[in-house]
């Protein structure tokens, strides 16, 4: 029966440069989030292995839902977490964790993709799974980690949100948005693909059994309960647990003529679709199909994103030379158009280190002049992104047959303005930028469906959305000379 009134619900976004709980106010009619903590996420070197601290995240997971259940007078009516894909946990027969998890950008995957494609050769792996080539998917990490003590010894795998979720719930499950980007999904049959797990050797039965957004995932045991000062029983929904999935759902769209690009330290520039695109051409392009809420296909092409632009802040800093963001985009509107860019896929780009010399040396590489200033780097990183943006967004009309009338973008890029104007005049389409909390929004929406409070499909969540955000349009063409603000309406 639906809820006549509004429910609080706690959404756990964890973000590869931060976490943050946000408290979500949904019913009929209403929409409202809150930030309530937020906690850095610094990945720590161990050795040669660049590894996630996942027991800090865990505390500031902690702290936020205390928080979210002062902020709403100590009672939830539920809690989803969301996070970043193809990074996961070992836990031995105990349910222990056997060490902290190893991050994406880690080297130990390096030349393992190649010695794969001898065992099964690229096309047909797409075939299988719809999944694009990235030398980190879940897939080529288990592979490098075959002949490790740690899986020898692991019973059990839980990426990462589902890591979180058990030891909130002691309730394990592998939620099915964020599974797709293992590489071990059929997008067809939204189940394990049996043929290529057994043909590459991987032991499926480390995963436990499949949720999809919208089951229960357990309820919050006694101790949590204790350490948040909350009052049971607290439901743990699964959402769309790949942030990507959450923030989709968080795309204040309407009908179906539109392309998303969400953005921060990654940009995921594509469509939603109801079905897989598989052929070879899709392939080629590297466009992936990651599984989405209410059965859709997130059929998008993964971009480095603005990564670029973090890891080029945070050298200056290093250097003693700290920016200030707004102004540094201001400057960077009058330098002059397309004067520098670089491939944004480039894999010189994937590590941590000094981003500003890898983006000079790349410009030199290609016969470009190399950015000699902040604002000339910083130019050089948003143009080549809204070139970019460009590309994956007609790639994707071309290889879906769909047309697409405007491009939403949220996640951190919609606090951007230089970005969003530049990809509105690169697509020659208008775009309209927020929520910026899309994934926080979309993991509300999903919990809050399933509690009752909401109804309707992904059109309705979405209407309600539009309601209770408001969003700036950016038309191709209309930046001021000299402006980092553009111009909306």
């Not at 859709?296 to 092409?301: A, K």
Request: glycine content about 12%; overall charge negative.
């Amino acid at each position: 029966m639906p809820a006549t009134e509004p429910l609080c619900f706690a959404a756990v976004d964890l973000g590869a440069s931060s976490g943050r709980v946000m408290l979500g106010r949904a019913g009929p009619g209403v929409l409202e989030l809150t930030e309530v903590h937020r906690f850095p996420n610094r990945p720590v070197r161990t050795g040669s292995t660049l590894r996630w601290d996942i027991l800090a995240l865990y505390r500031g997971v902690l702290e936020g839902l205390r928080a979210a259940g002062v902020a709403a007078g100590g009672r939830l009516a539920g809690v989803g977490i969301d996070s970043w894909a193809v990074d996961y946990g070992l836990l031995d027969s105990a349910g222990e964790l056997l060490g902290n998890p190893v991050h994406y950008r880690d080297e130990r995957t390096r030349g393992v993709a190649e010695k794969a494609a001898a065992v099964m050769p690229p096309d047909e792996l797409y075939a299988a799974t719809g999944l694009q080539y990235l030398p980190f998917n879940t897939l080529y990490q288990l592979l490098a980690d075959r002949d490790g003590p740690q899986l020898a010894a692991a019973r059990s795998l839980l990426m990462i949100p589902d890591l979180i979720a058990y030891w909130l719930t002691g309730r394990a499950g592998t939620e099915l948005t964020n599974a797709s980007t293992t590489q071990l999904i059929d997008p067809r049959t939204r189940d394990w693909s049996f043929a290529v797990a057994e043909r590459l050797g991987i032991d499926l039965s480390l995963f436990p059994p499949l949720r999809r957004p919208g089951d229960p995932a357990g309820t919050l045991r006694p101790d949590v309960l204790a350490e948040t000062g909350l009052t049971g029983p607290v439901p743990v929904i699964a959402v769309g647990s790949h942030d990507t999935a959450s923030a989709v759902v968080g795309v204040p769209a309407e009908g179906e003529g539109f392309a998303y690009i969400a953005t921060g330290t990654w940009s995921l520039a594509g469509l939603e679709l109801a079905a897989p695109i598989l052929g070879e051409e899709s392939r080629r392009a590297n466009f992936t199909n990651e599984l989405g809420v209410d059965g859709t296909v997130r059929y998008l092409r993964n971009i480095m994103g603005l990564w670029l632009l973090q890891e080029c802040l945070r050298s200056w800093e290093a250097e003693g030379r700290p920016q200030d963001l707004a102004a540094l985009l201001d400057t960077a509107a009058s330098v002059r158009p397309r004067r520098s860019v670089v491939d944004a896929a480039d894999p010189a780009f994937l590590a941590p280190g000094d981003m500003p010399r890898r983006i000079a040396e790349a410009c030199v590489r290609t016969g470009q002049p190399a950015p000699r200033t902040e604002a000339e780097t910083t130019r050089c990183v948003l143009d080549s992104l809204a070139l970019a943006h460009a590309k994956a967004v007609e790639d994707a009309q071309r290889l879906s047959g769909r047309t697409v009338s405007t491009v939403h973008i949220v996640g951190g890029g919609a606090h951007n303005p230089l970005l969003c104007r530049l990809t509105a005049d690169a697509t020659g389409l208008p775009v309209v930028a927020g929520p910026a909390e899309a994934a926080a929004f979309g993991n509300v929406l999903v919990q809050a469906r399933a509690a009752g409070a909401v109804t309707g499909g992904l059109a309705e969540l979405r209407a309600l959305l539009r309601t209770a955000h408001e969003l700036r349009r950016y038309e191709p063409g209309a930046g001021r000379p000299g402006s980092g603000a553009g111009e909306y309406r």
